[in-house]
């Protein structure tokens, strides 16, 4: 099993560029969620989605969108790159089934940097 | 609001020696409270959930305990040996994803 599957694992983009963080799960899980990671800041939640066609904000959604068409894909969309998103992006997914107590799978990590 | 508070300071041990981190918070009723482990350049990796109505959890050479009353939840780790080195993170559940304390750095030296 791959787990979870983040691409690219590094990304340099320039401030006013669009990108596309991608993330994969093999693993049937309903529930998958974006965090960012910054120096002394934690892991904080960006978007998340409970299953498909449904997403919702975290704590951290400004400046980024999300979108959930399948069970296995949630792609990340920053829409207008800022140096404030230079930030390490996990992605993560759970089993929502019962007793399953929502434990994280977490991908590698994409590290992007805005000049 | 809710919040998650973790040394923030690096906790240096030797090695053989038993490691203690600490997870606190406010505001929160957790039914559970879980720990993962993060090493440089990768993802969080699960390591124990705890649930209220234990007291402690044990896996080979951790331990969780977990204290409702003083909303508090360490984390030991003995015979510490320095593979063990790395990022220790709690979290609590939200419902829909987790949310995380910063996490303490734990360095075992020979």
């Known amino acids: 099993n791959a787990g979870v599957t983040q691409t690219p694992k590094f990304q340099v983009l320039k401030t006013g560029q669009s990108m596309t963080l991608q993330c994969a799960q093999d693993?049937?899980?309903?529930?998958m969620s974006w965090y960012r990671q910054d120096p002394g800041m934690g892991l904080r939640l960006i978007h998340y989605s409970v299953g498909a066609g449904i997403t919702d904000q975290g704590e951290v959604p400004n400046g980024y969108n999300v979108s959930r068409s399948t069970t296995e894909d949630f792609p990340l969309r920053l829409l207008s790159a800022a140096p404030s998103q230079t930030s390490v992006y996990f992605c993560?997914?759970?089993?929502?089934?019962?007793?399953?107590?929502?434990?994280?799978?977490f991908g590698a990590g994409t590290r992007l940097s805005v000049l | 609001s809710q919040k998650i508070e973790q040394n923030s300071e690096a906790l240096n041990i030797q090695e053989g020696k038993t490691a203690t981190l600490t997870c606190n918070y406010t505001n929160y009723s957790p039914a559970y409270l879980q720990w993962y482990r993060q090493d440089p350049g990768r993802g969080p990796v699960f390591l124990l959930l705890?649930?209220?109505?234990?007291k402690e959890k044990r896996k080979e050479r951790l331990k969780v305990t977990f204290d409702t009353t003083l909303k508090q939840s360490l984390f030991h780790i003995t015979a510490s040996q320095p593979a063990d080195s790395a990022t220790y993170l709690c979290a609590l559940d939200l419902g829909y994803a987790l949310n995380f304390g910063k996490g303490t750095s734990l360095l075992v030296t020979p």
């Open positions: 705890i649930r209220e109505n234990e």
């Open positions: 693993m049937n899980h309903e529930y």
């Open positions: 993560a997914s759970s089993y929502r089934g019962f007793n399953a107590k929502n434990i994280q799978y």
